[in-house]
């Protein structure tokens, strides 16, 4: 399994921005895909995941409510859309395919992309 992040950049807050995470390799249709994310000298946290199938969405409290989670299995591409940005959601995003439903801590996730970074103005 192959995942790769796409999609950051700069962003003024209050601004939106999609990031996509394309895979290739074969994922299973119960897996989840995560996104994390991880600012300088703080750990990797979790974001939000979905099914495979684009199904079941769960979100951190920090992000719910601005972002929202969604797949296109026949792109093999995971989206993250993210709106209302703030100043403290400035961080390397990274996406991440595991097996357990559910589960919010990176060790719970086998495969990871490169990150893309977000940076939001204030």
């Known amino acids: 399994v192959q995942l790769q992040a796409s999609g950051g950049g700069l962003v003024q807050a209050g601004g939106s921005l999609r990031l996509s995470c394309a895979a290739s390799g074969r994922i299973f249709s119960s897996w989840i895909i995560a996104w994390f994310r991880q600012a300088p000298g703080k750990e990797r946290q979790f974001v939000a995941a979905v099914r495979w199938t684009g199904n079941g969405p769960y979100y951190s409290d920090s992000v719910k409510g601005r972002f929202t989670i969604s797949g296109d299995n026949g792109k093999r591409t995971v989206y993250l859309q993210m709106s209302s940005l703030k100043p403290e959601d400035t961080a390397v995003y990274y996406c991440?395919?595991?097996?357990?439903?559910?589960?919010?801590?990176?060790?719970?996730?086998?495969?990871w992309g490169q990150g893309t970074q977000v940076t939001v103005s204030s």
């Open positions: 991440a395919a595991g097996p357990t439903y559910g589960a919010t801590l990176p060790v719970g996730y086998n495969y």
